[in-house]
């Protein structure tokens, strides 16, 4: 069974750092494009970052001082600093065998998102 578990989301104060897992099973990770999207409240799920299966990341702009991605053999993770009240929502990760980082298109697997409130 095809299967994407984010964790690490959690409750920080303005300013302060998480950083997001999204671990894999059922399929191979590596293979996969990956990318981080959210879902602010009232508002529509938008991309924040991703990485291709080379290696190449695209971020917002808005968060690309801020957060970095990466991957290893095991997830893909999410480091995110200097956070804001309006980066508050679920985070959730998708993996798209289409090895180009895009928001554009077409991702199979999702997971069931993690919670991230950032407090002011």
């Known amino acids: 069974q095809v299967q994407l578990v984010e964790s690490g989301g959690g409750l920080v104060q303005f300013g302060g750092s998480l950083r997001l897992s999204c671990a894999a099973s059922g399929f191979i990770l590596n293979d996969h494009t990956i990318a981080w999207f959210r879902q602010a409240p009232g508002k529509e799920r938008e991309g924040v970052s991703c990485i291709s299966p080379g290696g190449k990341t695209m971020y917002v702009d808005s968060m690309k001082e801020r957060f970095t991605i990466s991957r290893d053999n095991v997830g893909v993770y999410l480091q995110m600093n200097r956070l804001k009240p309006e980066d508050t929502g679920i985070y959730y990760c998708?993996?798209?065998?289409?090895?180009?980082?895009?928001?554009?298109?077409?991702?199979?697997?999702w997971g069931q998102g993690t919670q991230v409130t950032v407090s002011s």
């Open positions: 998708a993996g798209s065998r289409i090895a180009l980082c895009s928001f554009e298109h077409r991702y199979e697997h």
